[in-house]
């Protein structure tokens, strides 16, 4: 049974940082590609950064790039999330997904594995 858990949401004040983790379990974690994306309340889930199987290549989504990072630890089968400089706008839940067949765009519909996401709120 894959299982997927996200961990390092909270409440932080604009400009902070926060850094999220991914630990996943019943599967080859290091033939996944794996990605974060996040939903606001009503909306739709949208991407927010991706990385391949190796770790060598990422994709960020313009609203972020520059102030996350995305990464990943083969090791301990967990991809994590640096984001910094955070700004209200940036306020969701944060679920990050596994996908088995290499994909690492930004349509959430391709992946084939969900964690149940953590909760993220930057306050003004």
């Known amino acids: 049974q894959v299982q997927l858990v996200e961990s390092g949401g909270g409440l932080v004040q604009a400009g902070g940082s926060l850094r999220l983790s991914c630990t996943a379990s019943?599967?080859?974690?290091?033939?996944?590609?794996m990605a974060w994306f996040r939903q606001a309340p009503g909306k739709e889930r949208e991407f927010v950064a991706s990385i391949n199987w190796t770790g060598a290549s990422t994709n960020y989504a313009d609203y972020v790039k520059g102030r996350c990072t995305i990464s990943r630890d083969n090791a301990k089968n967990t991809v994590f999330l640096q984001m910094n400089n955070l700004e209200p706008e940036d306020t969701a839940v944060y679920y990050c997904?596994?996908?088995?067949?290499?994909?690492?765009?930004?349509?959430?519909?391709?992946?084939?594995?969900w964690g149940q996401g953590t909760q993220v709120t930057v306050s003004s």
């Open positions: 997904g596994a996908d088995r067949d290499y994909y690492t765009g930004p349509n959430y519909r391709e992946y084939d594995h």
């Open positions: 019943g599967l080859t974690f290091s033939l996944h590609t």
